[in-house]
């Protein structure tokens, strides 16, 4: 055989070997997923009780009500830090070098740093190419493959939840509400289009049934708009009066604004329908606490330590005030969410006298402030938390949070990177890198300025603020994460990154 020919065998073949690399990969992948969302569906679905009657059974804990779970994002973030990518790299490696030795007949070190940077620009690019070749084939039939609609449905929902949340966050509340408003409607038009024989669809159906509308009802009530909120609750319970979450919110509230014999109702019938349910009769002490029903207060909130203690049977308890401050944090979290002022704050109190100082309870604390439109005294309860742990990354993290808010832009700066110094992360790293991105990036001008035009320092602060979006793409990619990344790469003369960036953003 020709030599020509016999290259060109073995660089076919090298090429082969890649591609069949690349695609064995993407299969191990798929199917690590699958089996990830097929074990969530499954634990839905066993939770799930075949009388409509016993629907109340379901419930564990308010956080529990998202069927979907993002789990992708999790297991990504598993494989960095666990060192899969790594290893991914590894059963790479044999077929890259074969295709340097067979494609490139590359066999002896190279003469200088340029012509090796050369040879990798080349070969990256080329590898590149034969991965998407790899990936095309895999996929080439996607169009006419059977795609699940219940699938893209709920990944909708979710991913409207994501942007209302987002938006929340970026004080844009018309906006968050239009999101949530459209989650309770393609979620409403989807229980009158599909058909009730996809059995996951049930499942999916059954378990997020008034979770839309709650959310929404909790969105309203965190941000001064009560009227709206308490309307989604007694919307709800006009559809399904067993509906747990939203008598205990409906509850909370009447206990707020003083409306007792409602609120006695409402959170009595919760712990009826589940009285193995620690929030409920948590909820229910307290409001026998503010009633003065002491006697009441006492029996109930025994036994809903015991069931507490039960239901985290791994935990040690030293003392009973330990298991009880804990069973009253969580009661605070989920009041504070529903902007049960009265209640959250008799709930707090309880916590601090219980666990002493810790760091949560004042958090929550400032939280309920802010939603009162009172951030002095939300300050004065993070500078409290400062005060019990000063290097807890979540104390700084509010205090940036609420500077940002008041628009104190180098105060919210100085908490944000005093954050990034510490050696523990935050609960929301993304937030952080976004609002730092926005915070380097506002002293610099005019995004249309030429980069010959602008200091060296303001050049830096611009590749700064550009690290900031990146990391917070890694982490978790979003519109604003990515929109910054374009921005900065703008300032920096980098327009091929600034139109990538953008088409990802939108």
């Known amino acids: 055989m020709p030599g020509n020919l016999l290259h060109q065998k073995r660089a076919e073949k090298a090429d082969e070997g890649f591609r069949d690399q690349i695609h064995q990969i993407v299969k191990n992948l798929v199917y690590e997923y699958q089996g990830a969302m097929r074990g969530i569906v499954e634990n839905a679905a066993a939770t799930v009780t075949t009388e409509a009657g016993n629907t109340a059974n379901y419930i564990t804990e308010f956080n529990d ?34 295709v340097v030795r067979e494609r490139y007949r590359k066999k002896s070190a190279f003469s200088s740093q340029t012509e090796l940077q050369l040879f990798l620009s ?8 034969q991965m998407h070749v790899s990936i095309h084939t895999i996929f080439k039939n996607v169009d006419s493959a059977f795609i699940d609609p219940t699938v893209l449905r709920t990944a909708d929902l979710v991913m409207l939840k994501k942007f209302a949340d987002q938006s929340e966050l970026d004080n844009e ?3 968050a ?16 289009t599909w058909q009730v024989g996809i059995q996951i669809f049930i499942i999916l159906c059954f378990l997020q049934k008034y979770k839309f509308r709650f959310d929404y009802g909790t969105f309203c009530m ?18 399904n009066s067993k509906h747990v979450p939203s008598l205990l919110a409906y509850g909370s509230i009447c206990t707020s604004t003083e409306r007792y014999e409602e609120a006695r109702v409402c959170l009595v019938t919760a712990v009826e329908l589940q009285p193995k349910y620690v929030l409920a009769q948590t909820i229910l002490g307290l409001f026998y606490e503010i009633t003065g029903e002491d006697v009441e207060s006492e029996r109930i909130l025994e036994e809903a330590t015991q069931l507490y203690r039960n239901s985290n049977a791994n935990e040690s308890f030293g003392e009973e005030n330990t298991a009880l401050g804990g069973m009253m944090l969580k009661a605070s979290e989920f009041l504070v969410a529903v902007h049960a002022m009265q209640i959250a704050d008799c709930a707090l109190s309880n916590s601090l006298l219980k666990m002493g100082h810790s760091v949560a309870p004042y958090l929550l604390l400032a939280q309920l402030e802010i939603q009162r439109g009172d951030p002095i005294v939300a300050v004065e309860n993070i500078k409290s938390a400062m005060q019990v742990r000063q290097d807890d990354p979540n104390v700084w993290a509010a205090l940036g949070h609420l500077q940002f808010k008041q628009r104190v832009w180098g105060e919210a700066q100085n908490s944000y990177e005093t954050v990034l110094s510490l050696p523990h992360d935050p609960t929301n790293l993304p937030l952080i890198y976004i609002r730092l991105g926005f915070l380097y990036l506002r002293t610099l001008g005019c995004i249309t300025k030429k980069v010959i035009e602008r200091t060296y320092s303001e050049i830096e602060l ?12 890694e982490i978790e990619p979003s519109s604003s994460s990515w929109l910054g990344v374009a921005k900065a790469s703008i300032m920096l003369g980098q327009f091929d990154e600034a139109e990538d960036s953008l088409s990802v953003s939108i």
């Open 65 to 98: 009500f998202d069927i979907v779970h993002p789990k992708a994002l999790e297991d990504e973030q598993k494989r960095k830090k666990s060192g899969a990518y790594f290893n991914l790299k590894e059963q790479l490696k044999s077929s890259v070098v074969n």
């Open 122 to 129: 080349e070969l990256y690019v080329y590898l590149l190419d």
């Open 173 to 175: 509340i018309s906006i």
């Open 222 to 239: 965190r941000n001064m708009q009560s009227s709206k909120g308490v309307e989604c609750f007694k919307e709800i319970l006009s559809r």
């Open 177 to 192: 509400a239009t999101y949530h408003q459209e989650r309770i409607a393609k979620y409403e038009d989807c229980l009158q």
């Open 462 to 473: 611009a590749k700064k603020a550009k690290t900031m979006y990146i990391r917070a793409c």
